[in-house]
C-alpha cells in the first residue's frame, strides 16, 4: 500500500494567515493526489485533484502543488469558514490511502 | 443536480452482516461518465477506502477487509449496495457512498458524496 504522511496534524492560525499542509507519499503518485476539507458531522469536500487542479465551485484562495512525493495545500487568507480538518488521498494505485489529517484550528 | 443517500441499519450484531444502500438520483450509474464508491470513517480517524464500483460492474475492494466487501449496482433502481459480512466492533464508522469522475483526461475522485450513515456493531 502506498503511505500518506500528512503534517502537521494540528494547525493553530489566525483569520488572514496564509496556512500550509503537507502530504508525502511513500512512492511516486505521478500527481494522482487529491485534497479534502471535512467539517464536524459533515462528508468530506473536494478541492483539489491531480495535485493542484480547483475543483469547481472552491475558492482561488486554495491552491496544490506538488515536488515528487511531497504535495502541499496552501489556503492564502484564512477565512472563518476554513477552520476544518484537510486530507489528502492519493489514487494512483489500489488500495487508494488517505493521510492522517491535519486540523487548522483557530488561534 | 446530483444527490446521494445512504440507508441501512444503524446497529448490527457482531459476526453478521452490513448492508447499506446508495441511492443515487440526478445521473444514472451505468453512465459511461461515472464510477462509484464506498468509504467509511471510524470516529476521530481518516476516511478509509472500501471500494469502488465502475459503470460496468467491475469491483475493487481494500485488501484490508479480507475479502469480507461486495459492492453491487441495481441499474433499475439507480443505486448501489455494499455488503460487508462478519461485522465485528471494528466496523463501528460512519459509512459513505460517493462519486467518482471520468473525464479525459483522468480520473476526478469523490467529487459528490452522501451525507453518511452511522453504523455501530453490538450486540
Known amino acids: 500500500d502506498i503511505q500518506m504522511t500528512q503534517s502537521p496534524s494540528t494547525l493553530s492560525a489566525s483569520v488572514g494567515d496564509r496556512v500550509t499542509i503537507t502530504c508525502r507519499a511513500s512512492?511516486?503518485?505521478?500527481?494522482?493526489l487529491a485534497w479534502y476539507q471535512q467539517k464536524p458531522g459533515k462528508a468530506p469536500k473536494l478541492l483539489i485533484h491531480?495535485?493542484?487542479s480547483l475543483e469547481s465551485g472552491v475558492s482561488s484562495r486554495f491552491s496544490g502543488s506538488e515536488s515528487g512525493t511531497e504535495f502541499t495545500l496552501t489556503i492564502n487568507s484564512l477565512q472563518p469558514d476554513d477552520f476544518a480538518t484537510y486530507y489528502c488521498?492519493?489514487?494512483?494505485?489500489?488500495?487508494?490511502?488517505f493521510g492522517q489529517g491535519t486540523k487548522v484550528e483557530i488561534k | 443536480q446530483l444527490h446521494l443517500q445512504e440507508s441501512g441499519p444503524g446497529l448490527v450484531k457482531p459476526s453478521e452482516t452490513l448492508s447499506l444502500t446508495c441511492s443515487v438520483s440526478g445521473d444514472s450509474i451505468s453512465s459511461s461518465s461515472y464510477h462509484w464508491g464506498w468509504l467509511r470513517q471510524p470516529p476521530g480517524k481518516e476516511p478509509e477506502w472500501i471500494g469502488n464500483?465502475?459503470?460496468?460492474?467491475?469491483?475493487y475492494f481494500n485488501p484490508s477487509l479480507n475479502g469480507r466487501a461486495t459492492i453491487s449496482g441495481d441499474t433499475s433502481k439507480n443505486q448501489f449496495s455494499l455488503n460487508l459480512k462478519s461485522v465485528t466492533a471494528a466496523d463501528t464508522a460512519v459509512y459513505f457512498c460517493?462519486?467518482?469522475?471520468?473525464?479525459?483526461?483522468?480520473?476526478?475522485?469523490?467529487?459528490?458524496w452522501g451525507q453518511g450513515t452511522v453504523v455501530t456493531v453490538s450486540s
Open positions: 488521498q492519493q489514487y494512483k494505485i489500489y488500495p487508494w490511502t
Open positions: 460517493a462519486r467518482i469522475r471520468i473525464p479525459p483526461p483522468g480520473w476526478v475522485p469523490y467529487d459528490v
Open positions: 464500483i465502475y459503470y460496468n460492474g467491475i469491483t
Open positions: 512512492q511516486s503518485l505521478n500527481r494522482w
Open positions: 491531480k495535485a493542484s
